[in-house]
């Protein structure tokens, strides 16, 4: 499936953090055609698993995790109207009248009402809306609600798949299907190489929620090379121009004090010497992404992190470009084959 | 009514941002040419039709406005990202991360915000200022943007109709397709009185339609089919609900603009009563509706507004009953088969108000 599409395809797919299971099948099904041996694990992990051609071969784990930002039911009205909190960092200024998903004892369409202009008193026009505050409408009164929905019931937001000009393509959870996407492209083009080393892909749970997913598969595979895939902050304004890379310029390469500089530094030889677009990314901190985890899972394993740009990012609009997508593939794979020359 | 419930799902589809009604108002014209006996499209953009009433009654008027509220592009900025203005009464929030489609064309576009991680502890707090979004269309720079879009061209929100819950309908724009598919219905059946059944423009901005429809129809009696507020929501005080989805078509006593005509008022909730339909009254004065324009827009008209509650009005997911919607065609339907015995017209009085 062309990358563009099968973006589209991984966005429309459901997986609040914390209740991937409603989507491991589906991202194994996926990896399955390009790998030697598919796993799920007890967190619901999505590991695939490529055999390196080498007698001796090293572990290179690449993750990038599946789970995507929502909401949970915290309160059913006598109404029928729900309660709700955020599972993930949801912004509550950014999901007024918005469509979402119950997925209760089957999935209700539901949308998060807003009070209509004509309501709101002057005083309350410059006041900041609390989530708490807020309610989904499914439309059913109390008694059936109850029967349909219970408390802890996950809300994922409806916002298919839109493309736009320029191959780009906005959606609710482009961070980070567009870096399962990636891990995808990965797959597909380690199929064209050849590598030395044993390459685990593998999808990430619950990253939304503290990289909880990466912690397991980074215990659980002793890798010699970790990779970490997700989104950056695109361009837009108002952003620090530092912090947001432009989108369709290329993959981001992170520089920084967790990263393996040695690592990113080969990694960038490549893709200069490959004529793959990039940009650098300067990560002062931790990164906030699943390198962290890499960085000190068991002894310590060297890692990079490659990064998506992406506008917009934890809206229903989240935009990314699928050129960068395609470049993050053939970069990885690229320096992982490279490795192979060593 | 089956028919009438698909009608509102197609209008509800359909673009028709105040100034920019044609394909809302295409879509009315193959529906009701088979009904009427006269129709025409004045200068504003008005659809007015006619349908010659079976005895000798007042000249009634039905007023349902095409037009919702929406987008008009402003300014293509050098990295390819549109700024608007908005068209009618749309909440700041209620523009994040929605999707748009723009012109004719419709191409789509979305409306990005600043990522929750780049916002300041003050801009957490706050709220959101429509001046700071702009549609992204995807473009890289201006001139691609320009490729695509003119400044002037009107967006609308990209948001298809959806039946859940209990019998449930979401849909952008139902303020006020859903006059419009009750208007459609209305005309399918002949009345005692002669019926001028109009389909007006701009109502979003100030009500402009009605004003040309209504001095070129010069109407005795006028019954405008509005969708209105609703905001029955926990935590709501009643008073603040305005209407209560469910609860039947709501009567408009007075708002911003009108207060209905006392005997008109009468004959609706006499009606109702009488045909077991059920009916509310909207608790606020809030909101102003075409009947504004056309009690004073002719010779003098007898107004009253029936209107559908529709939760979270203005925004791309309205929400409303579709017991309410079957009600609102019952209810003004009677009213109309009904309307010359039991009003009298102000000046069949000798001008002098009766008791």
């Given at each position: 499936?062309?990358?563009?599409?099968?973006?589209?395809k991984?966005?429309?797919?459901?997986?609040?953090?914390g209740?991937?299971?409603?989507?491991?099948?589906?991202?194994?099904?996926?990896?399955?055609?390009?790998?030697?041996?598919?796993?799920?694990?007890?967190?619901?992990?999505?590991?695939?698993?490529?055999?390196?051609?080498?007698?001796?071969?090293?572990?290179?784990?690449?993750?990038?995790?599946?789970?995507?930002?929502?909401?949970?039911?915290?309160?059913?009205?006598?109404?029928?109207?729900?309660?709700?909190?955020?599972?993930?960092?949801v912004?509550?200024?950014?999901?007024?009248?918005?469509?979402?998903?119950?997925?209760?004892?089957?999935?209700?369409?539901?949308?998060?009402?807003?009070?209509?202009?004509?309501l709101?008193?002057?005083?309350?026009?410059?006041?900041?809306?609390k989530?708490?505050?807020?309610?989904?409408?499914?439309?059913?009164?109390?008694?059936?609600?109850r029967?349909?929905?219970?408390?802890?019931?996950?809300?994922?937001f409806?916002s298919?798949?839109?493309?736009?000009?320029?191959?780009?393509?906005?959606?609710?959870?482009?961070?980070?299907?567009?870096?399962v996407?990636?891990?995808?492209?990965?797959?597909?083009?380690?199929?064209?190489?050849?590598?030395?080393d044993?390459?685990?892909v593998?999808?990430?749970v619950?990253?939304?929620?503290?990289?909880?997913?990466?912690?397991?598969?980074?215990?659980?595979?002793?890798?010699?090379?970790?990779?970490?895939?997700?989104?950056c902050h695109?361009?837009?304004?108002?952003?620090?121009?530092?912090?947001?890379?432009?989108?369709?310029?290329?993959?981001a390469?992170a520089?920084?004090?967790?990263?393996?500089?040695?690592?990113?530094?080969?990694c960038?030889?490549?893709?200069?010497?490959?004529n793959?677009?990039?940009q650098?990314?300067?990560?002062?901190?931790?990164?906030?992404?699943?390198?962290?985890?890499?960085a000190?899972?068991?002894?310590?394993?060297?890692?990079?992190?490659?990064?998506i740009?992406?506008?917009y990012?934890?809206?229903?609009?989240?935009?990314?470009?699928?050129?960068?997508?395609?470049s993050?593939?053939?970069?990885?794979?690229?320096?992982?084959?490279?490795?192979?020359?060593? | 009514m089956?028919?009438?419930?698909?009608?509102?799902?197609?209008l509800?589809?359909?673009?028709?941002?105040?100034?920019?009604?044609?394909?809302?108002?295409?879509?009315?014209?193959?529906k009701?040419?088979?009904?009427?006996d006269d129709?025409?499209?004045?200068?504003?953009?008005?659809?007015?039709?006619?349908?010659k009433?079976t005895?000798?009654?007042?000249?009634?008027m039905?007023?349902?406005?095409?037009d919702?509220?929406?987008?008009?592009?402003?300014?293509?900025?050098?990295?390819?990202?549109?700024?608007?203005?908005?068209?009618?009464?749309?909440?700041?929030?209620?523009?994040v991360?929605?999707r748009?489609?723009i012109?004719?064309?419709?191409?789509p576009?979305?409306i990005?915000?600043k990522?929750?991680?780049l916002?300041?502890s003050?801009?957490?707090?706050?709220?959101?200022?429509?001046?700071?979004?702009?549609?992204?269309?995807?473009a890289?720079d201006?001139?691609?943007?320009?490729?695509?879009v003119?400044?002037?061209?009107?967006?609308a929100?990209?948001?298809?109709?959806?039946?859940?819950?209990?019998?449930?309908?979401m849909?952008?724009?139902?303020?006020?397709?859903?006059?419009?598919?009750?208007?459609?219905e209305?005309?399918?059946?002949?009345?005692?009185c002669?019926?001028?059944?109009?389909f007006?423009?701009?109502?979003?901005?100030?009500?402009?339609?009605?004003k040309?429809?209504?001095?070129?129809?010069?109407?005795?009696?006028a019954?405008?089919?509005e969708?209105?507020?609703?905001?029955d929501?926990p935590d709501t005080?009643?008073?603040?609900?305005?209407?209560v989805?469910g609860?039947g078509?709501?009567?408009?006593?007075?708002?911003?603009t009108?207060?209905?005509?006392?005997?008109?008022?009468?004959?609706?909730?006499?009606?109702?009563?009488?045909?077991?339909?059920?009916?509310q009254?909207?608790?606020t004065?809030t909101?102003?509706?075409?009947?504004?324009?056309?009690?004073?827009?002719?010779?003098?008209?007898?107004?009253?507004?029936?209107?559908?509650p529709?939760?979270?009005?203005?925004?791309?997911?309205?929400?409303?009953?579709i017991?309410?919607?079957?009600?609102?065609?019952?209810?003004?339907?009677?009213?109309?088969?009904?309307?010359?015995?039991?009003i009298?017209?102000?000046?069949?009085?000798?001008?002098?108000?009766?008791?």
């Amino acid at each position: 499936m062309e990358c563009g599409e099968l973006l589209k395809k991984l966005n429309d797919i459901r997986a609040v953090t914390g209740r991937e299971n409603m989507a491991a099948g589906k991202i194994a099904e996926l990896f399955r055609q390009y790998c030697d041996d598919v796993s799920i694990d007890a967190f619901y992990n999505v590991i695939g698993f490529k055999k390196g051609q080498s007698e001796n071969p090293g572990n290179v784990l690449i993750t990038a995790h599946y789970d995507e930002i929502g909401l949970i039911v915290t309160g059913i009205e006598d109404s029928g109207f729900l309660r709700f909190t955020a599972a993930g960092g949801v912004d509550a200024k950014a999901i007024g009248a918005m469509e979402v998903t119950v997925h209760g004892k089957k999935d209700l369409f539901g949308v998060i009402g807003v009070k209509p202009p004509h309501l709101i008193p002057p005083e309350d026009k410059d006041k900041g809306i609390k989530m708490e505050d807020m309610r989904i409408d499914i439309g059913y009164d109390g008694e059936k609600a109850r029967k349909l929905v219970s408390i802890g019931d996950m809300i994922s937001f409806n916002s298919p798949a839109q493309e736009l000009m320029n191959n780009r393509i906005a959606g609710k959870s482009m961070d980070n299907r567009s870096g399962v996407a990636a891990l995808v492209e990965i797959l597909k083009e380690l199929q064209k190489l050849k590598h030395d080393d044993n390459v685990y892909v593998v999808a990430t749970v619950q990253e939304e929620l503290g990289l909880i997913g990466a912690i397991c598969a980074t215990y659980n595979i002793k890798a010699d090379l970790g990779i970490a895939i997700d989104v950056c902050h695109g361009d837009m304004p108002d952003a620090p121009s530092d912090e947001a890379f432009p989108l369709d310029k290329g993959v981001a390469v992170a520089i920084g004090p967790i990263i393996s500089r040695k690592h990113a530094k080969e990694c960038i030889k490549i893709a200069n010497e490959e004529n793959i677009p990039y940009q650098i990314d300067p990560e002062a901190g931790d990164t906030g992404t699943e390198a962290a985890v890499h960085a000190v899972a068991r002894e310590g394993i060297p890692v990079i992190l490659l990064s998506i740009p992406c506008k917009y990012m934890h809206t229903a609009v989240e935009m990314v470009s699928v050129s960068d997508i395609v470049s993050t593939g053939r970069l990885a794979a690229r320096y992982i084959a490279g490795r192979s020359k060593e | 009514m089956k028919e009438a419930l698909e009608n509102l799902k197609k209008l509800t589809a359909l673009d028709g941002v105040s100034g920019e009604e044609k394909p809302v108002r295409d879509y009315i014209i193959s529906k009701i040419t088979d009904h009427v006996d006269d129709y025409y499209v004045d200068n504003i953009g008005n659809l007015i039709t006619y349908k010659k009433g079976t005895g000798n009654g007042p000249k009634v008027m039905l007023d349902a406005h095409m037009d919702e509220v929406g987008l008009l592009i402003t300014l293509i900025n050098s990295d390819g990202l549109l700024k608007f203005r908005t068209i009618g009464g749309i909440e700041d929030r209620v523009l994040v991360g929605k999707r748009v489609r723009i012109g004719e064309n419709r191409v789509p576009g979305i409306i990005g915000f600043k990522p929750l991680h780049l916002q300041s502890s003050k801009e957490r707090k706050g709220t959101v200022d429509k001046k700071q979004l702009t549609i992204d269309i995807g473009a890289k720079d201006k001139e691609q943007a320009a490729s695509k879009v003119e400044i002037g061209d009107l967006a609308a929100f990209a948001y298809d109709p959806v039946e859940f819950g209990d019998n449930k309908l979401m849909a952008k724009a139902l303020d006020d397709r859903v006059g419009c598919a009750v208007l459609i219905e209305l005309l399918k059946h002949k009345y005692e009185c002669d019926i001028y059944g109009c389909f007006t423009v701009q109502e979003e901005i100030g009500l402009k339609g009605a004003k040309t429809s209504t001095f070129q129809v010069k109407p005795d009696i006028a019954l405008v089919l509005e969708g209105t507020t609703c905001y029955d929501v926990p935590d709501t005080k009643e008073y603040g609900m305005s209407t209560v989805c469910g609860k039947g078509p709501a009567l408009t006593v007075m708002d911003r603009t009108v207060i209905a005509d006392r005997d008109l008022l009468r004959h609706i909730t006499k009606t109702a009563e009488l045909n077991g339909i059920p009916y509310q009254f909207k608790q606020t004065i809030t909101g102003g509706t075409n009947a504004g324009k056309i009690q004073t827009g002719g010779t003098g008209a007898k107004v009253a507004v029936i209107a559908l509650p529709c939760r979270y009005i203005h925004s791309p997911v309205s929400v409303m009953d579709i017991n309410d919607f079957e009600n609102m065609i019952k209810l003004s339907k009677k009213v109309l088969e009904t309307l010359p015995a039991s009003i009298t017209l102000y000046r069949e009085q000798g001008g002098k108000e009766y008791v």
